[in-house]
């Protein structure tokens, strides 16, 4: 069988089982049993397969027939256009959480950061993404999960910035030893009753997709923490899901009734990122 008779066949296979995307699906999976770049691929388009080569692709294609995410069975995972490592320790980036990026980035033209905090960092995604926009800054990511922090540190040593991130095990913000320019957070918002819903469920990291009874658990414990690990002036930002702006709103107006707090969409329209600028002035009510 050739390259391109893989393709073909495994593009019908993929669709049949009501694999979306599944021509791009089975491109990724043939690249990564034959260890070529696309462009290796398409112009060895005529080569025959080896009989190894063509049981680790068909290995490949049954893996996502059983909705096994293609970035585990991969090893890869592109965000912010930079290519990373994931496994299943850690949740696979998703699109809509580049705008975290962009929000940080635009925050970072217009005012001094010198600290940022990435909170529950998972592979490293945001904190790699800034430290390569962001030269001079130093960064703090933390996890709770051990496991994740050790594929975040192969993410930073791949891109060469672990003298810019520092890794901190533990819960939230208990780890950082400074209060930060900017907190930067993608936790988990999923309502646990809703959990089922998630195609990835029974692959991706259960810690890092459940948010609870109504999926604020871990904002909600964060954002209490906020006042004494954030500089007078500083910001956060606050990955949210779809409906969760106004009780997340809410939540921050009672425990910062000086800040100000923006919120934007994603590309799909979905109030996306809260951003909230504790002025010199704001404190933080105590329960």
């Known amino acids: 069988m050739t390259v391109k008779e893989a393709l073909i066949h495994a593009r019908e296979v993929l669709a049949a089982g009501n694999i979306e995307d599944s021509a791009l699906e089975a491109e990724l999976l043939l690249r990564c ?22 049981k680790m692709f068909q290995d490949l294609v049954r893996r996502r027939l059983n909705r096994e995410p293609t970035a585990y069975i991969t090893g890869h995972r592109e965000f912010y256009g930079i290519d990373f490592y994931v496994n299943p320790a850690v949740l696979i980036p998703r699109p809509e959480s580049e705008l975290l990026v962009e929000k940080a980035l635009e925050l970072a033209q217009y005012r001094s950061i010198a600290a940022i905090a990435d909170i529950g960092t998972g592979c490293g995604a945001i904190a790699v993404s800034l430290a390569l926009n962001l030269p001079c800054v130093k960064i703090y990511a933390t996890d709770v999960s051990t496991a994740a922090l050790e594929v975040a540190l192969v993410n930073c040593r791949r891109h060469g910035v672990s003298d810019k991130i520092r890794l901190l095990a533990g819960d939230m913000l208990d780890p950082l030893p400074e209060p930060a320019d900017l907190i930067v957070a993608n936790l988990p918002y999923i309502k646990e009753s809703e959990l089922a819903q998630v195609n990835t469920r029974d692959f991706e990291p259960h810690l890092a997709l459940n948010g609870g009874t109504d999926g604020l658990e871990k904002i909600r414990r964060l954002c209490t923490q906020v006042g004494d690990k954030l500089k007078p002036g500083g910001h956060l930002l606050l990955e949210i899901g779809q409906g969760q702006e106004a009780p997340v709103i809410t939540l921050l107006r009672d425990l910062f009734p000086v800040a100000g707090i923006a919120v934007t969409p994603d590309l799909g329209g979905i109030d996306r990122v809260v951003n909230l600028t504790l002025f010199a002035e704001a404190t933080r009510l105590t329960a």
């Open 33 to 54: 049993a034959l260890g070529r770049n696309r462009v290796q691929l398409y112009q060895g388009f005529d080569r025959q397969l080896s009989p190894e080569q063509n």
